[in-house]
């Protein structure tokens, strides 16, 4: 997990970065564990750290917002597939 704190200017700019691409993107909530999450989009949800990984890798786009989530939903069902063997 990242230590939101030092990353909150990277954070802030990603943000402004896929707004202007176009993508509404929601004000930051904290989950149980502590994560911060952000609503991007109309039907994506996204951690900052993965926000903060699509804009290491150039990847903060509509696309590359759509690929994570899409990743993130695989790993999320094959968790809960294990967990229910």
């Known amino acids: ?7 909150a200017n990277d954070i802030v ?4 970065l896929l707004r202007r691409h176009g ?7 904290q989950t ?3 994560q911060i999450i952000f609503s991007v989009g109309k039907d994506f949800t996204l951690t ?7 804009l290491e890798r150039g990847e903060l786009h509509a696309e590359g917002v759509r ?7 695989s790993v999320t069902l094959m968790r809960r597939r294990a967990a229910s063997s």
């Open 13 to 16: 700019r990603a943000v402004h």
């Open 1 to 7: 997990m990242s230590n939101y704190a030092e990353r």
């Open 67 to 73: 690929r994570s989530a899409k990743a993130q939903a």
């Open 32 to 34: 149980a564990d502590g």
């Open 48 to 54: 900052a750290d993965q926000i903060l990984e699509l």
């Open 23 to 29: 993508m509404a993107v929601g004000f930051p909530m």
